[in-house]
T-cell receptor, first 116, second 114 residues
Framework: AQSVAQPEDQVNVAEGNPLTVKCTYS??????LFWYVQYPNRGLQFLLK??????LVKGSYGFEAEFNKSQTSFHLKKPSALVSDSALYFC??????????????FGQGTTLQVKP | DGGITQSPKYLFRKEGQNVTLSCEQN?????MYWYRQDPGQGLRLIYY???????QKGDIAEGYSVSREKKESFPLTVTSAQKNPTAFYLC?????????????FGSGTRLTVV
């Protein structure tokens, strides 16, 4: 079965420290990969995506993610965390094989808590 | 500005009552989706539609119904058959399903059974 795993329910970091939110996937073919952020009682906002090309992609608010095909991972990173980064983060994948229904497959989400 | 509008933001349902959640987009997107979000369970797909007048069940369709009579609209009805409807409901759309464009999300509707 195709799936996305975010192994940590919560990640705690101090403001100013680097942060990593982990994501691994299991899908057929070469997937498109996405990260979204959700603030309380709001919809999901797009952060960044990997389609093809350079394995390191840069997105909104200073976030970046590294695609690693051999490890089937797409970890979200930021060099210096801000308190305002505290939110719920979702990794998502869409397979690209012929006949794909087009649905995004979401991970369970990781709560990021940045402490002052 | 283009986007997805969900209404109402908060909705209260009595036992045995059907309620309809609205989702409208002016992005000219083909595909639309409904998700349910419960604490600690991530997003679960209820229904999706890739073209007008066609829709498919997602992972948790029981107790819900949808229609797609217009490209810009994809309302979700929570019927009395849904035994635990209290949740946060999210609507999303994309230019084409399975594409590199990802989803655009609405701001959600919080449904509470009273």
């Amino acid at each position: 079965a195709q799936s996305v795993a975010q192994p940590e329910d919560q990640v705690n970091v101090a403001e100013g420290n680097p942060l990593t939110v982990k994501c691994t996937y299991s899908v057929s073919g070469n997937p498109y990969l996405f990260w979204y952020v959700q603030y309380p009682n709001r919809g999901l906002q797009f952060l960044l995506k990997y389609i093809t090309g350079d394995n390191l992609v840069k997105g909104s608010y200073g976030f970046e993610a590294e695609f690693n095909k051999s490890q089937t991972s797409f970890h979200l990173k930021k060099p210096s965390a801000l308190v305002s980064d505290s939110a719920l983060y979702f990794c998502a994948v869409t397979p690209t094989y012929v006949g794909n229904t087009g649905k995004l497959i979401f991970g369970q989400g990781t709560t990021l808590q940045v402490k002052p | 500005d283009g986007g997805i509008t969900q209404s109402p933001k908060y909705l209260f349902r009595k036992e045995g009552q059907n309620v309809t959640l609205s989702c409208e987009q002016n992005l000219n997107h083909d595909a639309m989706y409904w998700y349910r979000q419960d604490p600690g369970q991530g997003l679960r797909l209820i229904y999706y539609s890739q073209i007008v007048n066609d829709f498919q069940k997602g992972d948790i369709a029981e107790g819900y119904s949808v229609s797609r009579e217009k490209k810009e609209s994809f309302p979700l009805t929570v019927t009395s058959a849904q035994k635990n409807p209290t949740a946060f409901y999210l609507c999303a759309s994309t230019l084409r399903g399975g594409s590199q464009y990802g989803y655009t999300f609405g701001s959600g509707t919080r449904l509470t059974v009273v």
